[in-house]
């Protein structure tokens, strides 16, 4: 996906205009609704691998969110499995391509900001998915802890989908003590509708 240079541009232009003020107005509303999500649609309880075409993140974006997401999962247990080895990556996928466009429109573009962040904001020569794992931690704080509220907002976005993507995930369940539902799932549950 490409980037939208205007849009980008009219976010970090130095001089506001009253056109750049509700571009920033409506990326910050999109990303507020993104922070407070806190339901899994059904479309994300897909079963398999997504075929190419039905993704809603390219290569690059999966990559990028799966550095970002295995970041804000770790737990630093021996026996926590590794984001690669689950499905949370594609059940964000999938929320995301069931999401209202206007909501979801941004999120490849706050992932390559996260990406690009250590450049734009650190002034570090290197990207996110190029950093050690502490140095990311680091990236990401300062993603956390920005005095500007549209990073924050980003962030807070990122961090609900990549929670909610990751304690989907029966392989995470054991780590917060979660047994699993107390009614097992039918044939026809599994089965994608």
Known sequence: ????RTLLGSLLTAAPTRRGFLRLAGATAAFSALAQLRVLPAAAACSG???SGDRFFDDAETEILTQLM???????????PQVRDTRAVATVDAVCRGL???VSGLLPLALR?????????????????????????????????????????????????????WYSQPESWSLIGYQGP???????????A
């Open 113 to 165: 900001l996260v990406d690009w962040g250590p450049v734009l904001f650190e002034l570090r020569p290197a990207r996110f998915t190029g950093l050690s794992p502490d140095e990311q931690d680091a990236s990401l704080r300062g993603w956390m802890t920005s005095r500007l509220q549209l990073r924050r907002t980003v962030f807070l976005g990122l961090r609900n989908l990549c929670f909610l993507g």
């Open 70 to 80: 295995q970041r804000m999962v770790e737990t630093g247990l021996p026996d926590a």
């Open 49 to 51: 691998a997504l075929p």
């Open 1 to 4: 996906m490409a980037i939208d």
């Open 182 to 192: 107390l009614l097992p799932r039918t044939a026809a549950s599994r089965a994608p």
């Open 100 to 102: 209202d466009p206007a």
